[in-house]
């Protein structure tokens, strides 16, 4: 059945370290973001891509990467740059071109420091 | 100013109560708004979309008022089940960029038997 995939469910990160997080789906959106959620607040727009090839900064894309190979997948990269990485990672879909539509979710990762 | 803004909660209510959300947005070029729920420790999840018009979906109903920037989410009798964090969400859209989604905090609902 058609979803969003997020791997792995919970990450932990060493000093200096990159992480790399997966999000894959099958519903042949095109568009996929990546928000970050701390506690007791909204998400925040890291990235987001439109089309395959193709990316945009967020509000807080500091210390984060992505990369757009494929319109299934869409992976976030951790950096040591970010000096703050713990926190809920969520990726979302749409069907990007009809401005109506709604995000639709993966069930997250968590990443926290070792 | 946030730029999506809800009522801080959270609220605590008996079953069966009808509770209300608040939400107010500070950038009038938004175009789409929507209510997500989410659970605790879960991924956000779409509640319902919000139409100028109104519109009412089983025990909720959600109101936008685009003059004062306002949108609303009602909750009659409200279920053990209900009791979550919603969240108001308003979207943007950027010429050039595409949709950009902007999310309030969330008010915590507490539905006690």
């Known amino acids: 059945d058609g979803g969003i995939t997020q791997s792995p469910k919970y990450l932990f990160r060493k000093e200096g370290q990159n992480v790399t997080l997966s999000c894959e789906q099958n519903?042949?959106?095109?568009?996929m973001y990546w928000y970050r959620q701390d506690p007791g607040q909204g998400l925040r727009l890291i990235y987001y891509?439109?089309?395959?090839?193709?990316?945009q900064k967020g509000d807080i894309a500091e210390g984060y990467s992505v990369s757009r190979e494929k319109k299934e997948s869409f992976p976030l990269t951790v950096t040591s740059a970010q000096k703050n990485p713990t926190a809920f990672y969520l990726c979302a879909s749409s069907m990007e071109g009809a401005g109506n539509q709604p995000q639709h979710f993966g069930d997250g990762t968590r990443l926290s420091i070792l | 100013r946030k730029e999506v803004e809800q009522d801080p909660g959270p609220f605590n209510v008996p079953e069966g109560a009808t509770v209300a959300f608040n939400c107010t947005y500070s950038n009038s070029a938004s175009q789409s708004f929507f209510w997500y729920r989410q659970d605790c420790r879960k991924e956000p999840k779409l509640l319902m979309s919000v139409y100028s018009s109104g519109n009412e979906d089983g025990r909720f109903t959600a109101q936008l008022n685009r003059a004062s920037q306002y949108i609303s989410l009602l909750i009659r009798d409200s279920k053990l089940s209900d009791s979550a964090t919603y969240l108001c969400?308003?979207?943007?859209?950027?010429?050039?960029?595409?949709?950009?989604?902007?999310f309030g905090q969330g008010t915590e609902l507490s539905v006690k038997p």
């Open positions: 969400v308003v979207r943007l859209m950027i010429y050039n960029q595409g949709g950009k989604l902007i």
């Open positions: 519903l042949n959106h095109d568009a």
């Open positions: 891509s439109q089309i395959v090839n193709d990316f």
